[in-house]
């Protein structure tokens, strides 16, 4: 045989029928859905398609004040004089419940969000009844945590998530919270609202009493209402570093408590004595997977300079095999970029690449006609001083760099604002632990990348927030 | 109309998943609360108990090794199926116990919760059990709580389910198998506990439950070369007590002495005290250096 084989994979769609989605959605308060006061609402769409999926309300300042006064009346009646051990068998429920609606939930966060259905199923969904799971276990046993001998919950928290692990987000943020005793109001993103306005009815089904947890849909007004609410007590949120620094100035001067996680522009070490099919590996997931739309995502790739070219080599040959295309395909590799905005970013970024003189190389794939489309990209030739190898692209575009020392490799991680996240990849165990202990970065993967469960902490260091969400520490956020 | 018979349950002993009768052949009188006979059950001898800790050892390695999460969705599961059986457990545990109904109502729900309490521990205790030891040398140093493995023990004679439950869930949510002796005079419960633990996603053989006579049976498990703990909380006899802890330093045992005259509340909280006893504790050094 010549040349290399070629598989053509039949299409092996996850079927949409598990899903019943409504034609519109209003605001969930104090138990019930109903619509906004001033009526106004907006779409929808599925990224991949561009088809819209539902119509949702767009919560203003007097929703958002129902939302709250919901949440206040919620933690001093009900929720925060309830016993820990019963609050405890509400948030199991709710992880059950989870558990067995996982698929449904996962094929409408692939429709909402764009992400392959691989992903949903298999991370977001497990990652999801996990977190309540976890944070369950902990909400009779708060004495237990090392965090003061009487640890009381704040009051109402606000929480803004983003549209990159919506359901996820969601998770990371109500179940500490109300295994802590608070009552939340969440805003989801205003790209991906279904699956929050789905976990309303997952609330339900568990009995959970009204105004616990209330959802507002809406854009960045809906959030900044939020965020400024004067009773609110606990402000969380998870996205750009730029909306953290104005709700970081926002609350300034008032009591109330903040947690941020937001950019980053991770640092994905790899010295010569790497196994570098296990690298490539740790490569591709740690910048394709979710799209590159992840936070924590190894943007940056530090690669020792004397295996630069058989890296670059097998990165190459690797990528030219990702799968991009249909969400529901369940042989997608690659989904769809969330939203024509986004996209838009990513494509300047890029140019910008070009025009500062990196070499972009961009996997060969067919992209489908409709929807929010970029191809796994990489830049080589990339200095410290480029834009993309400064600025958190947020999309499947990765920036080598090299190196030549132990030394400069810490020093070009460094090289940065963030401090979200790192990765280091050698088969020396001491030179993995000098590596960790001088990243600037919250969570630093060893041979391996993009690895989360609700035992253990993540958050930033420097400009990509503070407060760490997951483990024994991401009680301290909601506990006073 | 002739009035129904009702069909009664042998109560049998619980080993490696499986019910047998005491390979004695022998049955003791079990009363209820009001002296009237209830049941024969099975008298456990020297060879059940020894059957129980091979069958505990054999499950030890592959319930230490499933995530805390996993072994807290299991001990979670079976809350799940206890709460479907709660009037079940309300009635035997009123008849045994002489409990009104109400009373027996609360230790019942106790019993439930305390499996979701440490259903809740499996994934968290190394957390509160464990940490990073700042030593003074270039060196990454973590201390993790492990389950010692077999655990012997001698449920409490006067809380048939809440004292069995309290002494028996701790040990296996940290990641050891048990081998329980029921109480002697109220030893039913145990045994429908043990179907509901049949029926749930438990292993076979991470929990074994025994009936019989402290007396005769914990000499065995005390003196036993494959077993690493007891816990002598059941044992009322002073004099017992001594010469099973004396048994057990043959091959040093970790031991848990009973509470003495004190008896305990078991509705109280149960706290984080039954947890790390049967755990031990490992420090990883390794250097840090390019």
């Known amino acids: 045989m010549t040349g290399p084989m070629s598989f053509d994979y039949a299409p092996a769609p996850e079927s949409r029928s598990v899903v019943d989605l409504r034609s519109s959605y209003g605001l969930f308060i104090d138990g019930k859905f109903a619509d906004p006061a001033d009526a106004r609402s907006f779409k929808t769409v599925n990224p991949a398609t561009e088809e819209v999926l539902a119509e949702v309300g767009e919560a203003g300042p007097a929703d958002v004040d129902r939302a709250v006064t919901a949440a206040r009346r919620a933690y001093t009646k009900v929720w925060g004089p309830m016993p820990g051990r019963e609050r405890a068998k509400y948030l199991f429920r709710i992880a059950r419940i989870v558990q067995e609606r996982s698929r449904e939930l996962a094929v409408a966060e692939t429709l909402d969000n764009g992400k392959p259905i691989r992903e949903s199923r298999d991370s977001d969904l497990p990652l999801v009844a996990a977190w309540f799971f976890y944070y369950a276990g902990w909400a009779d046993k708060l004495e237990h945590a090392g965090l003061g001998a009487d640890p009381r919950p704040l009051g109402v928290a606000g929480q803004v998530i983003p549209w990159n692990f919506p359901l996820m987000m969601l998770a990371w943020k109500i179940a500490p919270a109300l295994a802590c005793g608070n009552t939340v109001v969440l805003k989801p993103a205003e790209t991906t609202p279904l699956t929050a306005l789905l976990f309303a009815d997952v609330c339900r089904q568990a009995d959970l009493p009204p105004g616990v947890v209330n959802i507002v849909t809406g854009a960045g007004a809906t959030g900044q209402a939020l965020v400024e609410h004067p009773d609110v007590d606990k402000v969380a949120f998870t996205g750009s570093t730029p909306v953290g620094r104005q709700i970081a100035r926002a609350v300034a001067g008032s009591t109330k408590r903040v947690t941020l996680e937001l950019g980053g522009k991770a640092a994905n070490v790899v010295f010569d004595d790497a196994p570098l099919d296990q690298a490539v590996e740790g490569i591709v997931n740690g910048i394709f997977f979710n799209q590159g739309h992840v936070c924590c995502a190894g943007s940056r790739l530090l690669v020792q300079e004397n295996v630069h070219d058989e890296v670059l080599e097998r990165l190459k040959r690797r990528m030219a095999t990702l799968r991009v295309g249909d969400p529901l395909d369940k042989n997608t590799d690659v989904g769809a970029i969330n939203s024509a905005e986004q996209l838009a970013r990513i494509r300047a970024l890029t140019d910008v690449g070009d025009a500062e003189g990196a070499e972009r190389w961009s996997a060969p794939c067919e992209l489908p006609a409709h929807g929010y489309w970029f191809a796994p990209t990489l830049f080589t030739g990339v200095s410290q001083a480029h834009r993309i190898a400064r600025e958190e692209i947020f999309g499947p575009v990765l920036s080598v760099l090299t190196f030549r020392t132990p030394h400069e490799a810490v020093a070009k991680a460094n090289n940065t604002p963030y401090g979200l996240s790192a990765g280091v990849w050698t088969e020396k165990g001491s030179r993995i632990l000098w590596m960790a202990e001088r990243l600037r970065a919250g969570v630093v993967w060893a041979n391996t990348f993009n690895q989360f469960d609700p035992a253990s902490p993540f958050g930033g260091y420097r400009e990509s927030g503070y407060g760490r969400e997951g483990g024994r520490q991401g009680l301290a956020g909601y506990l006073a | ?290």
């Open chain 2, 1 to 290: 109309m002739s009035e129904r018979l009702d069909v009664r349950k042998t109560y049998k002993l619980f080993i490696g998943g499986a019910f047998p009768r005491s390979e004695s052949g022998r049955s003791y009188v079990v009363n209820d609360a009001k002296g009237r006979f209830w049941a024969n059950a099975a008298l456990a001898s020297r060879k059940d108990a020894r059957d129980a800790v091979v069958a505990a050892r054999n499950a030890q390695p592959g319930w230490a090794g499933r995530t805390g999460y996993n072994r807290g969705q299991v001990l979670y599961r079976v809350a799940e199926l206890l709460e479907g059986r709660r009037g079940q457990f309300v009635a035997e545990v009123s008849r045994g116990e002489g409990l009104s109904t109400r009373k027996a109502e609360a230790v019942v729900d106790a019993s439930i919760d305390r499996w979701v309490w440490y259903a809740g521990w499996t994934d968290k205790v190394a957390q509160v059990l464990g940490n990073a030891n700042p030593v003074a040398g270039p060196y990454f140093n973590l201390s993790t709580p492990e389950p010692t493995g077999v655990v012997a023990v001698v449920a409490p004679q006067d809380s048939s389910l809440l004292g069995l439950v309290s002494v028996a869930a701790p040990v296996v949510a940290t990641g050891s198998t048990v081998v329980v002796l029921a109480s002697e005079t109220a030893p039913l419960p145990a045994i429908t506990l043990a179907e509901v633990l049949a029926t749930s996603d438990l292993p076979g053989g991470v929990v074994n439950m025994l009936t019989g006579r402290a007396a005769e049976v914990a000499p065995w498990l005390a003196t036993h070369a494959d077993v690493n703990a007891i816990d002598l909380t059941g044992v009322g006899d002073a004099d017992l007590a001594g010469d099973l802890e004396a048994d057990a330093a043959g091959t040093l045992k970790r031991v848990r002495r009973p509470a003495g005259a004190k008896t305990a509340d078991w509705t109280d909280g149960p706290g984080t005290d039954r947890l790390g006893w049967t755990m031990e504790i490992k420090t990883v050094w390794h250097p840090m250096g390019v």
